[in-house]
């Protein structure tokens, strides 16, 4: 069954944690994305991989951190340095840059 | 910012066509309009998109105006499964050939039984 997955489902984080929200894929896709999504509000990107071992900032890449060691993994690292983590995390992939993107099922992210 | 405009709400009764509007009044030659939906607590799914050409695939029809500034989202015969947030967006290049897509808030597409 080919997609994309998100785990876990939902996360919570105690002040000051760093912590690791997974995302893999099947599909043979070379570029990955994750984006926030804060309630009532649209999807802002936080950081994108366009190919293996290379990744860039989005707009909102500030308190985050990623990898991209191997081509079905983009693994995301949310830092005791961002403030403000709960939101809902979408990873999302595409063949290439220019192409259709096909997004996770999300990871909800709350602070205890 | 989001280089497109959509009504906050819309109400469709189901079985009727929902026609959802988007204004993109500032969109280049080269920029695509996509379309996705988001059932509460899900990833956006992908809908269809289009250039300058009318699109319609098993999901929905995708009409552009002839100058590029608005569009319409047809969904042909809603159901209650149809119920969701439906974001209109430009894609637009960040460089060394990728693109970003920037979600507004959308439209939330309530259907009527």
């Known amino acids: 069954d080919g997609g994309i997955t998100q785990s876990p489902k939902y996360l919570f984080r105690k002040e000051g944690q760093n912590v690791t929200l997974s995302c893999e894929q099947n599909?043979?896709?070379?570029?990955m994305y994750w984006y926030r999504q804060d309630p009532g509000q649209g999807l802002r990107l936080i950081y994108y991989?366009?190919?293996?071992?290379?990744?860039q900032k989005g707009d909102i890449a500030e308190g985050y951190s990623v990898s991209r060691e191997k081509k079905e993994s983009f693994p995301l690292t949310v830092t005791s340095a961002q403030k403000n983590p709960t939101a809902f995390y979408l990873c999302a992939s595409s063949s290439g840059g220019r192409e259709t993107q096909y997004f996770g099922p999300g990871t909800r992210l709350l602070v205890l | 910012d989001a280089k497109t405009t959509q009504p906050t709400s819309m109400d469709c009764a189901e079985g009727r066509a929902a026609n959802l509007p988007c204004n993109h009044s500032t969109i280049s030659g080269n920029e695509y309009v996509y379309w996705y939906r988001q059932i509460h607590s899900q990833g956006p799914q992908y809908i269809i998109h289009?250039?300058?050409n009318n699109e319609t695939n098993e999901m929905a029809s995708l009409i552009i105006t002839e100058d590029r500034k608005s569009s319409t989202l047809i969904l042909p015969h809603a159901t209650l499964r149809d119920t969701a947030v439906y974001y209109c967006i430009v894609r637009v290049a960040t460089g060394a050939g990728s693109y970003q897509l920037t979600f507004g808030k959308g439209t939330k597409l309530s259907v009527i039984p």
């Open positions: 289009g250039l300058k």
């Open positions: 599909l043979n896709h070379d570029a």
């Open positions: 991989s366009q190919i293996v071992n290379d990744f």
